[in-house]
């Protein structure tokens, strides 16, 4: 028997901001859900709600897009009885805790992260204030990450690559908080998954939401076609011989097949194969993935109680937690 305290803590957190993707899936669940699954982690994956109200100010649609990512873990794979699954703002010491950090945050870190900068980019190329449209949640976004990553004392942080430079100001406001008053906060480390690089959406560039280019990932069947036979390609003709390594569908088709089956599509590109047969080899082995998860998040969404429940366990495994470091923090800040 393994002492499960001297796991390794691996968090990770989805904004609710839209539809789950095939590339949220190839690259964020699938992954996280081996990682449970290998018994060699204590695994946190949470619902980042808070992070989501910088852009959607609808009530019933950020409610419904947090049940559709708790349903898309569930149904993919995560078992609660082995890994915790929360909401982030049920456990209301992560603002607290995020209110501290900000006050160990140069401003200057903040002026330099990613998401600011593009924002401050596009209003300076639309002859805008830099400012324009960017609230103080997107400004200090990176900290409230910091908070949802620092009070679980996590280890490892799998995430995209886009996010690494969040990881690094976690870090870095750790650092400036351990330097002042001991070593008070573990400092995490990102996990890029390799596979979430080359997950191409429907044009050929990375698949992502900004983009539109998704194949969202819990369509019915008829959508699902649908969405795949959007996938853009060339105008050769059915008979002639296709190059398989330079193909968007056989790209996204060696991620659901096995080899047998990349083999076979492999040897029928170079005979020639037309777009619209690849196609219709690329749905069967996506579908067939996909097809018992659809069902599972189908009855999930159709049945939120239960979802809620466990979000609900989620947040009391995790409460506890987090109100016995916080309160370590704030004394030793010189708060009680
Ligand atoms: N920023 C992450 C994203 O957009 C979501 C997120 C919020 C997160 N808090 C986190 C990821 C903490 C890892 C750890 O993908």
Known sequence: MTDSSAKKISLTGIKP????????????????????????YDCFYFIADYHSLITVHDPKVLKEYSYEVAAS???LGLDPS????????????????????NCFTVKGLMNRAHAYKAAVQENNEHERDPDHGVNMGLYSYPILMAADILFLKSNMVPVGADQLQHIEIAR????VFN????????????????EQAIVPGLDGRKMSKSYGNTIPLFLTEKKLKKTINKIVTDSTPP???????????????????????????????RKGIGWGEAKAELFKVVNRQLEAPREIYNELMSDKKKIDL?????????????????NQVKQTVGIN
């Open 73 to 75: 873990w569930l149904a």
């Open 172 to 175: 870095d406001i750790a650092q």
């Open 82 to 101: 082995k890994a915790t699954l929360y909401r982030q703002s049920d456990i209301p010491e992560i603002l607290e805790l995020s209110w501290i950090l």
């Open 310 to 326: 466990i979000l609900e366990e989620g947040a009391q495994k995790v409460r506890p937690r987090a109100q016995d470091f916080l």
């Open 179 to 194: 330097h002042h008053y001991g070593e008070v906060f573990t400092l995490p480390e990102g996990v890029v998954h390799k």
């Open 239 to 269: 008979e002639e011989p296709k190059d398989p390594n330079d193909s968007l569908i056989f790209d996204i088709y060696k991620l659901f097949a096995n080899a047998d089956e990349i083999k076979e599509l492999d040897a029928w590109y």
């Open 17 to 40: 901001t839209g539809s789950l993707h095939l590339g949220n899936y190839l690259g964020a669940i699938k992954p996280g859900v081996e990682m449970i699954n290998s018994g060699d």
